[in-house]
Every structure is written in C-alpha cells, then in structure tokens.
C-alpha cells in the first residue's frame, strides 16, 4: 500500500484561503471576459475607432 497519494488534512485557514484564491480568480476572469466583450461589440457594431492621438484631425474638431 506504500503506491499511491498520501493523505492530506486541510487546516481551516488552508481551506479558507483557497476558497478566497477560487472566489478571486472568478472575479479576475469575469473582469478578462467583460473587457473582451465590450471590445467585440465595439468592433462589430462599427463605432468609430477614432481617439486623440497628438494628431490633427479634422474630422475630430468641433464645428462652431
């Protein structure tokens, strides 16, 4: 019986910090998918990609 994985006890401050690492790395991932998101529906809606880039830009002026 020597083959096989060792049996591990979890302390209470081990579990806790691993169910507060889970929670962290779902909100971190939710954050990643949201960001993708709204960068696809930029894209394919075709607003326009114009910003300020120390470049005059006519199209970017206010009319008076």
């Keep these: 019986m020597g083959v096989g994985m060792p049996i591990v006890h979890e302390t209470e401050s081990q579990k806790s910090r691993k169910k507060s690492n889970m929670l962290l790395g779902a909100v971190l991932g ?5 960001v993708f998101a709204i960068t696809i529906v930029k894209m394919v809606d075709g607003q326009n990609m114009e910003a300020f880039d120390h470049v005059r830009r006519p199209a970017l002026e206010e009319v008076k």
């Design 30 to 34: 939710g954050f990643v998918l949201l």
